[in-house]
């Protein structure tokens, strides 16, 4: 069985820096794809960063492509989110989730694609 679980999440003052983490267990081969999505209160949520591990493939909302990085962290089956210049746009409960596979990039951002997922970090912008 698969188990995800997301750290890093805080508060950090407009146009600072934050780094998630996503470690999964029950994770084996390297065909598998993680996932980072967002949700604020109020609103839909939003598929934010993937990482496709066969390729290392990476694809990003527009809302944050250019201020944030999606990385492996070697060795480990762990996803890091480096996210630069946060916005007052960027708060919310950020999720991470992994599923086995590569699905196309131009999909991989769809939550409907993951089974497996955190229960989440809040990631509050505020000065």
């Known amino acids: 069985q698969v188990q995800v679980v997301e750290s890093g999440g805080g508060l950090v003052p407009p146009g600072e820096s934050l780094t998630l983490s996503c470690a999964a267990s029950g994770v084996t081969g390297n065909q598998w794809t993680f996932a980072w999505f967002r949700q604020a209160p109020g609103k839909e949520r939003e598929g934010v960063s993937c990482?496709?591990?066969?390729?290392?493939?990476?694809t990003y909302s527009q809302s944050v492509r250019g201020r944030f990085t999606i990385s492996r962290e070697s060795g480990q089956t762990m996803v890091r989110l480096r996210m630069n210049n946060l916005k007052p746009e960027d708060p919310g409960v950020y999720y991470c989730?992994?599923?086995?596979?590569?699905?196309?990039?131009?999909?991989?951002?769809?939550?409907?694609?993951?089974?497996?997922w955190g229960q989440g970090t809040q990631v509050t912008v505020s000065s």
């Open positions: 990482f496709r591990n066969s390729d290392k493939s990476t």
């Open positions: 989730a992994v599923r086995p596979g590569r699905p196309a990039l131009s999909a991989c951002l769809s939550g409907n694609m993951y089974d497996n």
